[in-house]
């Protein structure tokens, strides 16, 4: 993909290049900001502005660095210059995860299961939120990117034996305080 | 193995991946470790039908065409580069001019004080002492006055490129 987009770039076709840069890099540009802000709208928001400093970048792009570091690293300045201009209104418990895992419990789940599926996903969502931040990104980007380390690892600018180890401690600590929380639920 | 070193590997352990026949064999024996087991399986596989619902909204490409093409309007991107391009080229000048500046105070500097000393030995004896302190102060000076005044000129040819591209 980031060969078509040098090519055209190259040979003067910039727009195609654009078209080709944002149909390739959209969802990662949208998934990268959105394990930073942390809500659909402001993930959008940014992944917008990324784009149109993309376009207006882009005839300066003379290759030097690779295509989706540069790329990544646009969108992680973005996305915390977006979250350091809103950080009080950030919750701790993102409404647009929240109904995700409503809706993914709801499809998940018979009628019987419907409601103890979705508090089992807003229980996940609220464990996930409370993470460390490094934990929290990496653990949603590993699963919006198909569960793949080196992509995490790419679009976080670290190591991918990092990823592992933040997955690793995540992965943990969500599966143990799964079990007390989901019990605590169910007496509650 | 214990439960820890099994917990441990578990954690390790990315969806999809083959546990250790050790770790098999203590999972089929320990409750606890299976249940630690079933709650990772449950987490990777709610955490995926969560975030398998997330995704760029389907008119993404036309809300940022019509940004583009706003914008574009206010201030075209290519009058844009051309600004930047041209700002760029009047740093580039600015720094080669110091430079030069730099080695020619330098070089005027040494010339002098070694034409003194040949003419006037005494005032070359003067000049010699001042090469330490004095010397490079007098040399700091007329280097820093040089680069003020080239950036003065500088500054002043980007300025009026501004108020051309904007006008």
Redesign the interface.
């Known amino acids: 993909m980031d060969e078509s987009i040098l090519a055209a770039l190259r040979s003067g076709r910039e727009a195609e290049a654009f078209d080709l840069l944002v149909t390739g890099y959209r969802r990662r540009v949208y998934a990268l900001a959105y394990s930073i802000v942390r809500d659909r709208q402001g993930a959008e928001d940014v992944a917008q502005d990324v784009f149109v400093k993309l376009w207006r970048a882009l005839p300066r792009y003379d290759g030097r660095a690779q295509l989706s570091t540069w790329i990544y690293a646009i969108t992680r300045n973005t996305s915390i210059s977006a979250l350091r201009g809103r950080r009080p209104e950030v919750s701790l418990e993102d409404p647009d995860v929240l109904a995700a895992a409503e809706a993914a419990g709801a499809a998940a789940a018979g009628d019987g299961g419907r409601r103890d599926a979705a508090e089992l996903d807003r229980t996940l969502a609220r464990l996930v939120a409370g993470l460390p931040d490094r934990q929290r990104q990496v653990v949603t980007l590993y699963y919006l990117e198909e569960r793949s380390c080196e992509d995490v690892a790419a679009m976080l600018a670290m190591p991918v034996n990092t990823v592992k180890t933040h997955l690793h401690r995540a992965r943990a600590k969500l599966a143990a305080e799964l079990g007390p929380a989901m019990a605590k639920e169910a007496a509650a | 193995m214990n439960c820890t070193d099994v917990?441990n590997h578990l954690?390790?352990l990315?969806?999809?991946d083959v546990p250790d026949p050790a770790v098999a064999l203590h999972l089929a024996r320990c409750a606890e470790c299976r249940?630690?087991g079933d709650?990772?399986a449950?987490?990777?596989a709610?955490?995926?039908?969560?975030?398998?619902?997330?995704?760029?909204?389907a008119d993404?490409?036309a809300?940022?065409s019509a940004?583009?093409a706003r914008?574009e309007q206010v201030r075209p991107?290519?009058e844009?580069?051309a600004v930047?391009r041209e700002l760029d080229g009047w740093l580039a000048r600015l720094r080669r001019q110091t430079l030069v500046e730099t080695v020619v105070v330098a070089a005027g500097g040494a010339a002098l004080a070694g034409a003194a000393w040949a003419l006037a030995p005494e005032t070359g004896a003067w000049l010699a002492r001042a090469s330490t302190l004095e010397g490079l102060l007098l040399l700091g000076g007329l280097t820093m006055a040089a680069t003020l005044a080239g950036a003065w000129v500088a500054m002043g040819g980007a300025w009026r490129t501004l108020l051309a591209r904007a006008g």
């Open positions: 917990r954690h390790g990315l969806p999809g249940a630690h709650a990772l449950l987490v990777d709610r955490l995926g039908a969560m975030h398998a619902t997330l995704d760029v909204p993404f490409a809300r940022l940004r583009i914008e991107r290519v844009r580069a930047e």
